[in-house]
């Protein structure tokens, strides 16, 4: 099982630095999902910025959310 999320700062260019459960700081690119399904909306910023930490994943206040396992599989260590 792969760690979940502690923490999540969105910042611009739709980029999520993350701090999971086992200490590691990374980043999150959300570009590549913005134009598919419940992830359009958050296109808006005022949407985008409303990402919290919720049962270990992102979560945004129109519902959307991704995997714990895709945010840290598909995100890069931060330097």
Not at 20 to 47: C, H, I, M, T
Request: glycine share 6%; aromatic share 12%; charged share 25%.
């Amino acid at each position: 099982m792969n760690p979940r999320v502690k923490h999540v700062k969105p910042k611009e260019d739709y980029l999520l630095d993350l701090e999971f459960n086992n200490g590691e700081l990374r980043v999150f690119d959300l570009k590549p999902y913005l134009n598919f399904g419940v992830f359009k909306a958050l296109q808006a910023p005022g949407v985008f910025y409303t990402a919290k930490v919720s049962d270990g994943t992102v979560q945004w206040q129109n519902e959307a959310d991704l995997c714990p396992d895709t945010l840290y599989m598909e995100s890069k260590p931060i330097s």
